[in-house]
């Protein structure tokens, strides 16, 4: 569900109060990247580890979340891996 316009993007205000910080670290996954959060490197926090956000132009308006992702992304091996490993036993 979408927040409400008039409402306004929702940020955890911890994030304002530290901005004279160089590096932010921050759980808040769900806080919308203002403006002022332009060229500022955040670590955010994925539930395993911190991962280094820097802010760009085109990221305002998103939510942090969505720039650290919680999953891996799944590689296969190839199958010729396999065929060396086993004639290398032979």
């Given at each position: 569900?979408?927040?409400?316009?008039?409402?306004?993007?929702?940020?955890?205000?911890?994030?304002?109060?530290?901005?004279?910080?160089?590096?932010?670290?921050?759980?808040?996954?769900?806080?919308?990247?203002?403006?002022?959060?332009?060229?500022?490197?955040?670590?955010?926090?994925?539930?395993?580890?911190?991962?280094?956000?820097?802010?760009?132009?085109e990221m305002i308006g998103y939510?942090?979340?969505?720039?650290?992702?919680?999953?891996?992304?799944?590689?296969?091996?190839?199958?010729?891996?396999?065929?060396?490993?086993?004639?290398?036993?032979?």
């Amino acid at each position: 569900m979408v927040r409400a316009v008039w409402k306004g993007p929702f940020f955890d205000i911890n994030l304002i109060t530290n901005f004279y910080i160089k590096v932010i670290k921050t759980c808040a996954r769900y806080s919308v990247i203002l403006p002022q959060f332009l060229r500022k490197c955040f670590f955010v926090y994925n539930g395993k580890k911190f991962i280094k956000v820097f802010i760009k132009e085109e990221m305002i308006g998103y939510k942090f979340g969505e720039f650290a992702w919680t999953k891996k992304t799944c590689i296969f091996k190839s199958k010729k891996v396999g065929k060396i490993l086993k004639i290398k036993k032979s």
